[in-house]
Every structure is written in C-alpha cells, then in structure tokens.
C-alpha cells in the first residue's frame, strides 16, 4: 500500500525554540533498519483530525499506521507517539513507519498500529491574532489530562476502524524532549493502560514540575513499566533546569526503585540524531519478551533499597474485602482488641470480621462518620446532622457523649479525651472524659482526619483544603501547643489539595494518610517516606491497620473495602507506645 506522505515542520519544530546555542555534535546516523528494504511489506498510514474536550477548543492532527500484517480478527498491539507529524514523516529522521515495517517483518515487536498525534493547538479567531499552543500544557504537565484524552478520545477514534488491544503489556507509548515526558506521564498515571515507555531526551526539568519525578519514583510503590531514556551530554541547560542532570537522576531514580529501564547517553544536544539512530535498537528492547507480562519490580536486583519494601509485606497485594452502599470518607475505618474492622456503609455501620471477612450490620440509620474505639471499647462516632459525638456500646446500644459539635472527624485518646475536627466552622475541639468541651484551635482553612502518635504526645490534623497537615503537642488538659505545617504531601497537578483523609500510625511511629496519590507514609520528622500504590482508580479516604497482629492496612476507597498486609505493625488507641528514636 502506498502511505500519504508527511512531512516535518510548522509548530512542532518552533517549539524547540528554547534550545541552547548550536554546538559541535557526534553525527549518528541512521541505519538500515530505518530505511526500506526489498520484501519487507509496507504498511499504511493515513491522516486524520481531533477535536478535543478534554482539552477544550483544541484541534490535532493525528496519523494512524497500520502494517501490513494486521488483520481484523486480530487485536493490535498499540503505540503512540506525540509530535506525531515529525515521527511519522518519511524524510525527517525518526521514520517510525519504516522501522516498523522492518522490526514486524523481523518477528522483533508484535504487529502494532502506531498511533501519532500533534499536540493541540486552539485556533485564532482572525489573521490578527495567535492561536493557542498547546503543547506545553498537554506534554509537560503532570497529572492524568493527558491520558484521560488518550484514553477516552483518540484510542477510542482509531479503534472504531481497527481492533486494537486492551491488554496494557501489549500498549507503548513514546516521544521526544517534552513529548518524552509526557509519554513517561501517561504511562506512570495508567500503568492499566500503557506499560511501555519510549523516552528521548525527555524534559524532566522545572517546565511544569517534571523536576519532581525522580524524587516521586524514589518514593512511590514500583508500579509495572519498563522504560527507554535516552539524552546527551550537550542537552539543554536553561532556566527550568538542565536536561542531561534530569535524566540521570529519572535513570539512577528507577534503576533504585527496581524498574526494568535501560539508559542509553551519548554526546549529542537537544535533537532526534541520537535518537533516531537508536530507534530501532530501542524499540527491539522494549518490545523484547512482549508475550511475558510487565510487572512491578519484587525482589529485583536493586529493589530491595526501596524503602517502600521496608513497609510492604513481600507478594502481598491490595485484595477486595467487600463492597458498600456508598463510597466511605475520611476517618470512616475503626478497629478493635481483636482486630476486627468497622466501617461506615451508607446510612449504618458494619463489622467486618478480621479472620473471614465476614460483614454483618453493627448499627442501622447510625449516620456516621468519623469512627475510633475508646479505651472503653465503646464505638465513637460523629454525627455532624445531629450535631454531637456519641459512643456505640459492642452490643450497638448508643449513647451521647457530647452535643453542640458539628464534628465530622475525631480521635479518641487512651484517657478518654476527644479531640474532633469541625471543618464546617474551622475548628478543633476538645471533650474531656467528664464530657465538658471547649474549641483548643481555629483557623485550618478546613480541618479533617486526626491522629495520634503511638506516644499520643503529638496530634496530626489534616488541612484538607491544602498539601499541608498540622502537627500539635498536647497538653495534659487537652490544649494544643506549638502547631506546625508539618507533614508536606505530594500531590496531584492540577489542583490546591492533596486530598487527604483518614489517617493511622504504626509502632515506629509513621504516619499514613490516605491522598488522592495513595496512601503516603511519613517518618516521625514528618517526610514522605514511602507511597503506597490505590488499591482502585477511586482515591483512597479511610485508612487503618487491623487483623489478628495489626500488620494489615484496611483501605477504602470508593464503595469498596481493600487490605494488604504489610511488614509494619499498628497501635490500638487505647494501648499507647513510645516509638523508637527516629533518623534525623
């Protein structure tokens, strides 16, 4: 079949007009795997256009290629290319088509459509005026945009013709500079949908935050990529940072965390010679043992250093508990001496037995929210609609324990005082053991989920309206001194808050918050540590240890119950411990 010609050029290639001074570079040239060969079957690449809502007002072209060897009863495998219209021209110098055609024919990647798309751009109105380049936006931002257009808008176009697959081990995505970075972004947002990641010359620097990276890799769960970097010594220095150091550090931050990566340098600036030259080679490598399923790195060479397999439990997954009536929120987890579980479902609360997982109602039309076990063995819980704090006995009889608070979170501590969180008013109350209240803090934009260390000398409030959670020393009466912005999460782009919610500690004293990222852990001197992976595309809100020996995290998120046991152990409310001395 005779492909449409494509050419390079126009806005992708003025995009590089923040490059360093032309220096004297190594010449790469290309090699046979780049150009035609007699009896090597050519595929088909055809143009197309996208209108966007995911990113309004945008319009893309994109172009799908599609070998010779496909056939419709058949599903792809898939790979996406940004800056598509550079990749997929025939006289430029990556000539993706062609290297395909060759490393199909080979038997060296499976039969893959490629998928190449431009970056957006919102049309002027008039000659008088600029359009809106979107490239910047969509590649160097972090975040799930992108992979939310990949996903539900230009996979979905192409495979209204063609029958591509779903399968994520069989999905690879790629690109240059920032199109680098954006492929690393959709594929470590939706490991479900891409596993592979081409990236040259990638933009990990301070553009929109790609300087973050390396320290997120470091401190997240491994998720299941294998990744391509490529970069030379000549790259951009410039003020967002200077590539070649960012992609060292991407390349020393997954090797550390385990990744299957592979990081070829060179002495090549901020071009595609190196690159393209390499494409082939590259391609062979990440598309090698493509039958054999990618997945997170356990016990690999190196992974052991990650200090999130110092809180993970080897082989051990997040595993569905059970599912509720309506989504669970912060601090909605309890548990008790037997380590037992109660959780919020809906208008009630049910118990969920810690040995079988067996679900039965604890409480109906409870409207609660907010659950710990006192030192009691009563069941506290807030009731915001009702305005006041009440304590369930085992049997489910209820009583109140105070009234005038519309508290949505609390902690109880082994004493039997309570300190609850009234974000409607931002305010932090205290109700001592004889049930006299008074407010010991205000001025939390919005304050939510509490902890006590295992000490309970210290409280931790979290600031939901912000990245930020407070750290207070406790008086004997209940007051709260010396509060700090002390806990710093990671977060999310594209948004002020890092969406924290329930909140537990272990016996070292680390703290667990559940975020929209997972569930971040952080050391006593208040650092993250380590990220545990979501057990659901559903942001976790509950989060507590339980089980027989407290060494497995209860997690809900959405309508749904996880756990997973780990290497850490909890501390029961009532049962306070001093923490080892932590490393400063």
């Not at 220096?23 to 079957?41: E, F, I, N, W």
Request: charge should be neutral; proline fraction near 7%.
């Amino acid at each position: 079949m005779k492909r449409v010609r494509a050419t390079a050029g126009g806005i992708l290639l003025a995009s590089f007009a923040l490059a360093a001074p032309a220096r004297a570079q190594t010449d790469y040239p290309l090699t046979a795997d780049s150009a035609p060969r007699p009896g090597v079957p050519v595929g088909q690449v055809t143009r197309h256009t996208l209108t966007s809502a995911v990113f309004p007002g945008t319009r893309r072209d994109y172009w799908v290629y599609v070998p010779a060897q496909y056939r419709p009863e058949q599903a792809a495998a898939v790979m996406v290319f940004q800056d598509g219209g550079r990749c997929v021209a025939e006289d430029g110098r990556w000539r993706v088509p062609v290297v395909f055609d060759n490393l199909i024919h080979a038997g060296e990647m499976p039969v893959t459509i490629g998928i190449f798309a431009d970056p957006g751009v919102v049309p002027a109105r008039s000659d008088q005026e600029q359009p809106r380049f979107n490239r910047s936006f969509e590649y160097d931002g972090l975040g799930d945009r992108y992979a939310r257009f990949l996903m539900t808008e230009l996979l979905p176009a192409v495979a209204k013709e063609y029958n591509l697959t779903s399968d994520p081990n069989l999905r690879a995505i790629g690109g240059s500079s920032s199109g680098g970075i954006c492929a690393f972004t959709a594929a470590w947002n939706r490991p479900d949908a891409f596993r592979r990641v081409l990236s040259f010359i990638g933009s990990y620097a301070g553009l929109r935050g790609g300087d973050g990276y390396a320290t997120l890799v470091r401190k997240t769960e491994p998720k299941p990529l294998r990744v391509f970097l490529q970069d030379g010594r000549r790259d951009l220095d410039i003020y967002s940072g200077n590539w070649w150091v960012g992609n060292q550090g991407m390349a020393s931050a997954l090797e550390y965390a385990g990744y299957d990566v592979r990081f070829v340098t060179g002495e090549g600036g901020h071009d595609s010679l190196q690159g393209s030259a390499i494409l082939p080679d590259a391609l062979r490598w990440l598309w090698r043992d493509w039958t054999t399923p990618i997945r997170a790195s356990a016990g690999k060479a190196g992974a052991e250093r990650h200090y999130v397999t110092e809180i993970l439990a080897p082989g051990q997954e997040w595993q569905v508990v059970g599912e509720g009536e309506g989504g669970a929120a912060a601090g909605d987890l309890a548990v008790n001496g037997e380590g037992d579980v109660f959780v919020v479902n809906g208008r009630g609360i049910d118990k969920v037995d810690q040995a079988t997982g067996a679900r039965q109602v604890f409480a109906r039309d409870a409207n609660a929210r907010g659950l710990v076990l006192g030192p009691d063995r009563r069941l506290y819980a807030c009731q915001p609609g009702r305005k006041r704090v009440v304590a369930f006995t085992p049997a489910g009889a209820v009583a109140v324990v105070a009234d005038g608070l519309e508290a949505e979170h609390l902690v109880v501590g082994a004493r039997g005082g309570i300190w609850a969180t009234e974000p409607r008013h931002r305010r932090v109350w205290y109700v001592d053991p004889r049930g006299g209240k008074r407010v010991v803090h205000e001025g939390l934009e919005s304050p939510g989920a509490l902890a006590l260390s295992p000490d309970q000398a210290l409280l931790a409030v979290a600031d939901t309206a912000t990245r930020w959670m407070w750290s207070f020393q406790l008086a004997p009466d209940g007051a709260l001194l010396h509060g700090q912005r002390y806990y710093r999460l990671e977060m999310e782009d594209e948004t002020a808050a890092a969406g924290a919610g329930g909140m537990t500690v272990d016996s070292d004293g680390f703290l667990y918050v559940a975020t929209r990222l997972g569930v971040q852990a952080f050391d006593q001197p208040g650092r993250v540590n380590a990220i545990l992976s979501p057990p659901s595309a559903d942001a976790p809100s509950g989060v507590v240890f339980a089980g027989k020996d407290l060494d497995t995290l209860y997690v809900t998120a959405g309508n749904k119950l996880f756990r997973r046991r780990l290497r850490r152990k909890g501390v029961l409310p009532w049962q306070p411990v001093k923490p080892p001395t932590p490393r400063l």
